[in-house]
Each structure stands twice: as C-alpha cells, then as structure tokens.
C-alpha cells in the first residue's frame, strides 16, 4: 500500500539555523510528491512539489528532493526565520490510483529569535 | 482570484442535529475532496469526489453524507451519527494528478 512517514515535532530551531524535516514514503506505483505548509487556523499551503525520481522541488529558500533509492522526500532550508514556524505535511499522490493521496502526520516547526 | 471558499469558519451546533458545511471551488477542478483534522494530527479522508453525481467513501466515511450534484460544490454533511465530531474540517479540490491539492481554509466545528 501507500503511506507516508516524517519525523514526529516539535523542531525547535533558533533563527538562521538550517533545517531539515525527514519524510519517507511507500508506494505501488510512480507517486508525485509534495510539501504542504499549514499556519494556524488555516487550511494548507502547497510549498513545493516533485514528480519524478531526482526532481528537486524548490520555493522560499525550500528544496527537496525526489530520492527513489532511498524513497525519501526530506525538506530543507539553509537559514529559517521566525515567519516559517508552521506546521510542515509530506504528501504523496498515487499515480495508479486517480487522486488518491496520502499525508504523513505533521510536524510541527517552531523558529525563536 | 480562483480558490475553495469553505463556510462558515467557525460552527457550533447541539448534539444530535445534523449539520452542513459549505465548499464552494472557482477553480474548474473535477476532483474534490473532504478532510478531518483533530488537535495535533495529520489529515484523514473523508470522502471524495472525481467527477459530478460520483463520489467514493475515505478512510472514515461513518456518520458524514456528501452530495456533487454541481461540478463547483461538494457540501459535507456530519450528521447525528457521527460518534466525535467536534473537528477541523478542510475541504480541498484538484485538477488530476500529478497535480497538487487545493485547500480551503477549513470550518471549524464544535458540537456540545
């Protein structure tokens, strides 16, 4: 079957450290992969998306990149800001499956000055 | 601008009523989707739909009802059946893959 794993929170980070958020991902057949952004109260954002092996997703100083060895999708940043703590979804759609797609559980970034 | 427009943002019913929320998409997608989010958690589907008059039971389809009689609206209903309602709900749509989700803002819903 499908699923997807990323890292359990909180992250707790100072301003300008890097980040990374690991995700991991199972799946039958040839899955798009996406990073969504969630701030509180709202609905999800879509940060970046891949969707073939060794595409690199990239926006707002976010990259990650479609790793099929090793079935990882892991999200990075060179410096976070205090604006990026958020809570960050791994995501995948299944391409045998007309829009079917599954979510990891969540994890919860917080930036401090 | 195209987007899902989900109301109210905030709902408050009595146990036992049914109650409905509203998903409204500008965005001529044919996919549209319903999901739960309860404190600290990831997403769980509810129902879905790919195509007007058509929809498929999510993961936990038990106590909610839908309808897609028009290519632009996917109304939720939580009726009195559903054992824990109290939840955030976020309505999402999607053009086909590999394209990504559409969200809305959610309604969030408290029943007492």
């Known amino acids: 079957g499908n699923s997807v794993t990323q890292m359990e929170g909180p992250v707790t980070l100072s301003e300008e450290a890097f980040l990374t958020i690991n995700c991991t991902y199972t799946a039958t057949g040839y899955p798009s992969l996406f990073w969504y952004v969630q701030y509180p109260g709202e609905g999800l954002q879509l940060l970046l998306k891949?969707?073939?092996?060794?595409d690199k997703g990239s926006n707002k100083g976010f990259e990650a990149t479609y790793r099929k060895e090793t079935t990882s999708f892991h999200l990075e940043k060179g410096s976070v800001q205090v604006s990026d703590s958020a809570v960050y979804f791994c995501?995948?759609?299944?391409?045998?499956?007309?829009?079917?797609?599954?979510f990891g559980s969540g994890t919860k970034l917080n930036v401090k000055p | 601008d195209g987007g899902i427009t989900q109301s109210p943002k905030y709902l408050f019913r009595k146990e036992g009523q049914n109650v409905t929320l509203s998903c409204e998409q500008n965005?001529?997608?044919?996919?549209m989707y319903w999901y739960r989010q309860d404190p600290g958690q990831g997403l769980r589907l509810i129902y879905y739909s790919q195509i007007v008059n058509d929809f498929q039971k999510g993961d936990i389809a038990e106590g909610y009802s839908v309808s897609r009689e028009k290519k632009e609206s996917f109304p939720l209903t939580v009726t009195s059946a559903q054992k824990n309602p109290t939840a955030f709900y976020l309505c999402?749509?999607?053009?086909?893959?590999?394209?990504?989700?559409?969200f809305g803002n959610g309604t969030r819903l408290t029943v007492t």
């Open positions: 891949a969707t073939k092996a060794d």
């Open positions: 999402a749509s999607s053009q086909g893959a590999p394209s990504p989700l559409h």
């Open positions: 995501a995948l759609s299944d391409g045998d499956n007309f829009n079917k797609f599954y």
């Open positions: 965005l001529n997608h044919d996919a």
